[in-house]
């Protein structure tokens, strides 16, 4: 659980059932002001349902969801400061996309018109075409625009990538980045295009099966593993010395990556005559959730290496 102060919004215990199902169990955790947070997890795991508490959508079966201070459930005073750009958003039938901006500059006290026309611009959207006759893609952009351009002190981004080309998603990281640089909030992002936004995120919380999996900042997850390769015989001698968590092998040659302690593991990957490479942060998160309790048995902390008896290959 994040433990900085005065998080801007704090889920405590959470439970979501929908009838026999349980969506999120036991969910604790909170959201650091002013920081990017990549909230990922495999399809079904419950990032949509988190995002839906956050946004007041939602009540919780148990628990608490406190968003600035107070539960944002018919909170109109929570919920003017909270943007939530889902993936397919439908538009009312007439509106054009200049009346979707319209609407949302009346609805976000923070509302940018210059960022809202600056935007529209870069992704070269017809800002009279009527939502309804935009391709999947340019329905995206709009749901985009809205959620940089409304600066909300609370902004969730619920994989809003559908059916954007790669340049496209590289503008809206890009004038994600830049903006929050200058005007700093709190941002949600979930998607499953994890090492596309890795360098975006300052914390990671990664949800398994309805469970938290993973809770920490971005850099210390990257310092947590360490991705070798070599020869197979001396990446197999190094790996069963820590936790493996994936490993590939073409010919003679083998990648591995594994769970280390600290700079004293670096530098035995050196005297092992192995290569050290920068750790794919979606690599790491699909084999953490490949080992996750639920698909491999007793719980134990991510974060903590395990005995080298638990050497296991992810492929
Ligand atoms: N209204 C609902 N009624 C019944 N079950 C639901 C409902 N909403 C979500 N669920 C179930 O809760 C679980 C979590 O769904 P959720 O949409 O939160 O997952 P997700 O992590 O966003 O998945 P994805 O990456 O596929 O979008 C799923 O098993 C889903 O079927």
Known sequence: MTTGTNP???????????????????????????????LLGRNGAGKTTLMQLLTGHRVPSAGRVEVFGASPYENDRILRDICFVKEGQRYPEQFRVQDALAAAAMVFPHWDDDLAADL????????????????????????????????????????????????????????LLADYAEHPRTIVLSTHLIEEIASLLERVLLIDRGRVLLDTDAESLRDSALTVSGPVDKVQAFARQHELLHTESLGGHSRAVVRVGGAADRRAAATHGLTVEPTNLQQLVVAMSLQSPATRGPVRSPLRAAPSEDLEEVS
């Not at 405590?12 to 349980?22: I, K, L, Q, S, Y």
């Open 120 to 175: 529209l611009t870069d992704f070269d959207l017809p800002a009279k075409r009527p939502v309804r006759k935009l391709s999947r893609g340019m329905n995206s952009m709009v749901g985009i625009i809205i959620g940089l351009a409304s600066r909300a002190p609370l902004t969730l981004f619920d994989e809003p990538y559908l059916g954007l080309d790669a340049v496209a998603r590289q503008q809206f990281y890009d004038r």
């Open 8 to 38: 801007t919004a704090t889920v405590r215990d959470v439970t979501m059932r929908f009838r026999e199902h349980t969506a999120l169990d036991s969910v604790t955790t909170s959201f650091e002001k002013d920081a990017i947070t990549g």
